[in-house]
T-cell receptor, first 115, second 111 residues
Framework: KAGVTQTPRYLIKTRGQQVTLSCSPISGHRSVSWYQQTPGQGLQFLFEYFSETQRNKGNFPGRFSGRQFSNSRSEMNVSTLELGDSALYLC??????????????FGEGSWLTVV | DAKTTQPPSMDCAEGRAANLPCNHSTISGNEYVYWYRQIHSQGPQYIIHGLKNNETNEMASLIITEDRKSSTLILPHATLRDTAVYYCIVRAKAAGNKLTFGGGTRVLVKP
């Protein structure tokens, strides 16, 4: 069974640009979450999608957005990029619902560098 | 989510058992304890989780105290590839699928 797949793995963008990152969850998983990891702030929750609806949201500005498609694949978008948005962006998936006994699996992440 | 406290770092000898402690004194009855690890530049890797009973899988064992206020992750025979940051997370049902990561324990396995 394939794991959580994220693309692209590495990318470089310029300040002011926007970026879209993609995530394919494990087959059969319907919940997709996104996290940002920086050296200063550690791993922080961005948002979660389930059945194409945002179900939970972290404390990030509106420049950070996401969506989920009917096949459970998800994208996140960051607009008007700032230098501080340079980070590892991680996607995670879990089967369904919000049962805290369901294991959450992470992808390898997308490394974004903003110059 | 209940807060967890882990030592910031620890060393372990290759081939020996690594015992990673975690305090979660404010844990509630329906909150699970999860362990993940992150090897440099990779995504967090799920290790094990438990509610009340001790758990064991092919990677590790999880020992949860009877009062559930602390737990220990045991890597039975540490290898150099176990060098990573280990995160202990208490996952509340109300938080859904949101995980709150702390600073973790940076484990260095030495030959």
């Amino acid at each position: 069974k394939a794991g959580v797949t994220q693309t692209p793995r590495y990318l470089i963008k310029t300040r002011g640009q926007q970026v879209t990152l993609s995530c394919s969850p494990i087959s059969g998983h319907r919940s997709v979450s996104w996290y940002q990891q920086t050296p200063g702030q550690g791993l922080q929750f961005l948002f979660e999608y389930f059945s194409e609806t945002q179900r939970n949201k972290g404390n990030f500005p509106g420049r950070f957005s996401g969506r989920q498609f009917s096949n459970s694949r998800s994208e996140m978008n960051v607009s008007t990029l700032e230098l501080g948005d340079s980070a590892l962006y991680l996607c995670a998936s879990t089967p369904q619902g919000s049962n805290s006994g369901n294991t959450i699996y992470f992808g390898e992440g997308s490394w974004l560098t903003v110059v | 989510d209940a807060k967890t406290t882990q030592p910031p770092s620890m060393d372990c000898a290759e081939g020996r058992a690594a015992n990673l402690p975690c305090n979660h004194s404010t844990i509630s009855g329906n909150e699970y304890v999860y362990w993940y690890r992150q090897i440099h530049s990779q995504g967090p890797q799920y290790i094990i989780h438990g509610l009340k009973n001790n758990e064991t899988n092919e990677m590790a064992s999880l020992i949860i105290t009877e009062d559930r206020k602390s737990s220990t992750l045991i890597l039975p025979h540490a290898t150099l590839r176990d060098t990573a940051v280990y995160y202990c997370i208490v996952r509340a049902k109300a938080a859904g699928n949101k995980l709150t990561f702390g600073g973790g324990t940076r484990v260095l396995v030495k030959p």
